[in-house]
């Protein structure tokens, strides 16, 4: 990060996973759903911007040409790393960043968050069906 830019602590990273309630069996569930999810990126990842593109505000700030493409580029290694299960310091002062990065467009935190739950439904789809009837699998 820049100078004199946000900085995650250790501390701040464990508070953050203590409010989400994130334990160390949630990341090893993700390290193990990774491979099926990966997977399916692409698919995920287009039928998030498709949710994008059904909303006057988004698609508005999606309208450059060209931006779409390079987005789904950042949108693939983020989900990547989303969804590896690993959550160090270094990831969370990545996400400071997208955060800022998405204030600085016009994207308030309810137009992210509320699309950000978008991506979990259409996720969760996926390990859904991946794992079938494997509800012990999905939810263990």
Same mark, same amino acid.
């Given at each position: ?17 203590? @409010? ?7 990341? %090893?569930?993700?390290?193990? *759903? ?19 593109? *059904? ?6 700030? /999606?309208? *450059?040409?060209? /931006? ?9 290694? @983020?989900?990547?790393? /989303? ?19 998405? %204030?600085?467009?016009? /994207? ?33």
């Amino acid at each position: 990060m820049p100078t004199g830019a946000y900085r995650v602590t250790q501390e701040d990273l464990d508070q953050r996973k203590k @409010y989400l309630e994130i334990l160390p069996e949630d990341e %090893d569930r993700l390290r193990g *759903a990774h491979a099926l999810l990966q997977r399916h990126a692409t698919f995920i990842i287009d039928r998030f911007y498709e949710y994008l593109f *059904a909303h006057e505000h988004t698609r508005k700030i /999606l309208e *450059a040409p060209g /931006l779409v493409d390079r987005l789904k580029k950042m949108q693939a290694q @983020y989900f990547s790393e /989303l969804t590896s299960g690993h959550y160090d310091v270094a990831y969370c002062e990545n996400r400071v960043r997208v955060g800022l990065a998405h %204030d600085r467009i016009g /994207l308030s935190p309810e137009w992210y968050l509320g699309a950000y739950v978008k991506y979990l439904h259409i996720s969760s789809d996926v390990l859904r069906q991946g794992f079938g009837q494997d509800y012990e699998g999905f939810y263990r």
